[in-house]
Structure formats: structure tokens, C-alpha cells
């Protein structure tokens, strides 16, 4: 697959390796937008899928810093999967990419940095609806 095509676009940060893995992310070098609001999922049911939405306007990236999860990632045209296990690389959701979480390892802990504050109003939270904004 063309690799410059492909939905699932990772980010790499720094890491050190000194007494202990340190990971950093810098505003602006690492992260392409403006952080407004952050918030960290734990503790998660492993059976239980989340996520199933996409945003209007709010952009992510999405770091597990322990454990791993599986994430599904459609434009409404394009359907891709990826496995998000190593805490220096993230995963970057522009608005409008329908996202799904699944197979919460155990004790899996991810960090999700957002371009906008908390809104229900920005989730598109059925499917269809998704297809029909994405596609007219
Ligand atoms: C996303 C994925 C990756 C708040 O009140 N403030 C917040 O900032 C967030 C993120 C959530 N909430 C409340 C809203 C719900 O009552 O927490 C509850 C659980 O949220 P939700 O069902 O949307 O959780 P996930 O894990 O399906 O989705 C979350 C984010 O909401 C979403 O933006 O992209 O993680």
C-alpha cells in the first residue's frame, strides 16, 4: 500500500534512554496543533470497545504509554487497523476520521492529547450519519 495514502499517520517522539525510558513531546516540533484539553483512559475493560465516533473539529493523538490496544481508523472510504504498543508512538486522528478502539490489553493506560475542550456536540456518534457528512 502507498504508505503516503494510508489513514493511520504515527507520530515518533524522543526517547532517552538513561536510568529509565524518558518520552517527550515538544508543542509545534511534535505536535500539530494548539493542546486544549488532555485526558488519559485507564483501567479500561478489556472485553469492551470504545471510541466508535468521530469529532467535526477536535484533531488527537493518542499515546498508549503502557500496555496496548488495537485501533481502527475509516475516512468512510478507506477502512485501516494498527496496533498502538510503544509509548513514543502516537497516533493522529485529523477531525472527521471515524475512530474504534478495541482489545484493551490489561492495564493498558493511554494519554490523549486534543486540539479542542470537551464538547458532546462535536461526536458524531452513528455511523451512517458519519458516511453521509464524509461523503456528500
Ligand atoms: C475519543 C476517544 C479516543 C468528559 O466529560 N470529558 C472528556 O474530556 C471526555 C474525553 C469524556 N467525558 C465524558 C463523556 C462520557 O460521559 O466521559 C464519558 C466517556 O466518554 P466516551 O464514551 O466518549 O469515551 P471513549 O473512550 O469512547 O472516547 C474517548 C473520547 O471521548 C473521545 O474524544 O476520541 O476517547
Redesign the pocket.
Do not use: D, T
Given at each position: 500500500m502507498n504508505k503516503s495514502k494510508s489513514l493511520v499517520q504515527l507520530i515518533e517522539v524522543p526517547k532517552i534512554f538513561d536510568d529509565c525510558s524518558l518520552i517527550f513531546a515538544q508543542a509545534k516540533k511534535h505536535i500539530p496543533f494548539e493542546i486544549r484539553?488532555v485526558?488519559w483512559?485507564a483501567d479500561a475493560d478489556t472485553g469492551l470497545p470504545?471510541?466508535?465516533?468521530a469529532?467535526k473539529t477536535?484533531r488527537?493523538i493518542?499515546f498508549c504509554l503502557r500496555g496496548s490496544i488495537q485501533i481502527i481508523v475509516d475516512n468512510g472510504k478507506i477502512r485501516e487497523e494498527v496496533v498502538l504498543d510503544k509509548p513514543n508512538v502516537g497516533i493522529f486522528?485529523n477531525n472527521m476520521i471515524w475512530?474504534e478502539?478495541l482489545k484493551f490489553q490489561k492495564n493498558t493506560v493511554?494519554l490523549?492529547l486534543?486540539s479542542h475542550p470537551?464538547d458532546?456536540k462535536d461526536?458524531i456518534r452513528k455511523y451512517q450519519q458519519f458516511l453521509k457528512l464524509v461523503n456528500k
Open positions: 484539553r485526558f483512559i470504545r471510541g466508535f465516533h469529532h477536535n488527537q493518542l486522528f475512530h478502539m493511554l490523549v486534543n470537551y458532546p461526536y
